[in-house]
């Protein structure tokens, strides 16, 4: 970053900063991952600079030459990488590409089923900050209380009774596969239209690992940068008698211009998405998430549903007497970087945050495996054991140093 360093120093030394905090700590961040650096150069490339309104052949702007080849490249390779009839790359993020498929089929205060933020929704699936609740009339389903899995009777039983207009299948911290099948059998019995969000596992998806929704769903919405390893921004796969609806909800519906470069981006993530080197994160992935899963339950954490069938490991720490927040904090001190998050408890607690989120995608790209997913748990498990005693926070610290040198991320990802 030349051009940088002489234009705003200060700034190039914070991009600095930033790639060296990222080399010297492990992400177990669910929703981030690291990209290979051609994906960083084509965010970085010309194409930030091109104005574009319309689609491919019906601009409203000229010189859009390149821009269109970029999108129909875009389109073309979502189109056969997850099957789908029609494909729409430009949603600026996962929510733009939610509130998209809501607006080109529902109308203002229709109703629409989804999953409780407690129990592994997201919040553009109607929770009261989102934008998404006051423009739609949303009821939540729930995770069953013992097994803390989806309890499809009961979104049977609510969807008969509520008569929603839309059902929304798909979370941000829920570990299980979803029975995409079984909801979009419940949506057409109350004539609803039914969106999976796949936003967490499109990664996942795209390997050919775990079900896909595109089969079963009228939309499905996703985003680049977490399991699929790419850039910003979000994606919609649709039925194609869905197409027209889609794309004038995207624009002129909810967006005016739409980032080339993170288009092109798309479009390369989606090209390297069918490599074996991909796949083999993906398996690698989902392997070191069972087993980080299996060795904290085996320290007596409460892995939320016992487990995990993707990426993601939920933990409850009422049981250890440890706040959300204060287990992310002193791990954050150790250079162990997540998330605190709500659990299915804390649904009727305001303000509280009893858990905490792992995704292994990030140390996966690393090249991490069994042995190391053995020794994260260790740390994680003698730095929240012993909050206040320095001398073992400070070898825990220096002990997730020297792993983070042994797997660079320079090295391992590109």
Known sequence: MLYLAKDDPALAELVKNEENRL???LNLIAAENHSPHSVLEVMGSVFNTKTIEGYPGNRFHAGCINADQVENLAIERGRSLFKAEHVNVQPHSGTSANLAVYFSVLKTGDRILSMS???GGHLSHGHSAS???KCFDFSHYKVDPETERIDYDQVRQMAHCLKPRMIVAGASSYPRLIDYEKISIIAREVSAFFLS???HLAGLVAANLIPSPVLYSDFVTFTCYKTMMGG???VIL???RFGKKIDSAIFPGCQGTSAVNLIA???LIFKLAMEDKFVQAQKNTLENARVMARLLMEKGYHVISGG???????IDLTDKGISGRTAESVLESIGIILNRNVVPKDENASGKVSGIRLGSSAVSARGMGDDQMREIVELMDMALMNLTNTVIIDQTKERVLALCREFSINSKVN
Do not use: F, W, Y
Not at 308 to 314: G, R, Y
């Open 232 to 234: 910003r921004g979000g």
């Open 131 to 133: 934008i998404t609740s």
């Open 117 to 119: 933020l407690p129990h």
């Open 238 to 240: 649709c039925k194609k």
């Open 197 to 199: 969000d796949m936003a």
């Open 265 to 267: 981006a798309k479009a």
């Open 308 to 314: 995990t069938d993707n990426h993601q490991v939920l």
């Open 23 to 25: 080399e010297t700590t």
